[in-house]
């Protein structure tokens, strides 16, 4: 059972038929539904908090009132009688606003939204996405080729920095939400990401982040830009079971074979290094330039190959 909070109230009030005032009405007075909450404090439900939420209505709908309703649900919770909550992708098909479904054309509608700096019609996009596409889904199929989009705009000439900048931070902004709301992380030693020194362009890395959380593996996050001499000692102290860097150009990729120097792995360094980027699926000969395993030439594989490299390092975890 998926029991994630990854819902806003505006999707939870479009999958059920009731108001998003009644919704918050109903949290003060009867403490039902329960929700979790971002760090800006808009609400966010689970799946499961979805079906009770249903259910409930379809009380109501049958002519129980509201009080009776909610206990009456937690009354057959405690008998165990609460029926299998309802996926995502079985209950809420109906939820989405758009006429084509597909991740294209999500694509292109979370395009428009943010080159005209709606954010608010952005936000709503990718929250009528999530009443039918899981948070991976939508990373590798449209957030991820929406960056890419963006960044090839910009080069183009078709949008200026200022609106590259305010698209790829209110992704930025979405996939950190998603990275703090993931479930618990294992207890065991973390991954360490890291953009090549003088590597700016930092949303694949945090794709990978948000990703690698939710299949629960431990993550710290170092952003752009690290020094190798800097990572060194922070490694020493840290102890990670992995590093992965991500270079985009070859400047970056130039700085980044010398990591060797500077991260020698000996008895007080145990850890694999692992690296990606852009560079290397148009110039792959700088493959072989860069001591580590190469996560490959997509967003998707690479998260399976540190997903397989992590449970090879923690088989009590399979």
């Not at 957030?143 to 931070?169: M, Y």
């Amino acid at each position: 059972m998926n029991n994630e909070a990854v819902y806003n109230i505006g999707v939870v009030a479009r999958m059920t038929g009731i108001p998003e005032n009644t919704l918050r009405v109903w949290e003060r007075r009867y403490d039902f539904p329960a929700s979790d909450r971002t760090e800006g404090g808009h609400r966010l439900y689970s799946p499961h908090e979805v079906a009770r939420i249903q259910w409930v209505k379809q009380r109501i709908d049958e002519g129980m009132q509201t009080s009776n309703a909610i206990r009456a649900l937690v009354q057959v919770e405690e008998e165990g009688r609460f029926p299998n909550p309802i996926t995502a992708q079985s209950t809420t098909q109906a939820a989405m606003t758009v006429d084509d479904a597909s991740s294209e054309t999500i694509r292109a509608r979370l395009f428009e939204a943010l080159t005209a700096h709606n954010e608010t019609r952005a936000h709503q996009i990718i929250g009528d996405a999530l009443a039918t596409y899981s948070v991976e889904d939508i990373i590798l199929s449209v957030i991820g080729p929406t960056f890419t989009a963006i960044g090839e705009a910009w080069l183009d000439g078709k949008i200026n920095i200022a609106t590259e900048h305010f698209a790829t931070n209110h992704l930025r902004r979405q996939l950190l939400m998603w990275r703090q709301t993931a479930p618990p992380a294992y207890p065991v030693k973390p991954v360490v990401l890291a953009c090549a020194p003088g590597e700016l362009h930092e949303g694949g890395l945090i794709m990978l982040g948000v990703l690698l959380r939710r299949l629960r593996w431990p993550v710290v996050y170092l952003g752009q830009s690290v020094d190798l001499p800097d990572l060194a000692s922070f490694a020493t102290n840290l102890k990670p079971a992995v590093i992965v860097f991500v270079a985009m150009t070859e400047v970056t990729a130039q700085t980044l074979s010398r990591w060797p120097e500077w991260l020698p792995n000996d008895d007080a360094n145990d850890f694999t290094v692992a690296f990606g980027g852009y560079v290397f699926t148009q110039q792959p000969e700088w493959i072989e330039k860069i001591a580590g395993q190469y996560l490959g030439d997509e967003l998707a594989e690479g998260v399976q190959k540190l997903d397989n490299l992590l449970h090879d390092l923690n088989p009590l975890l399979r």
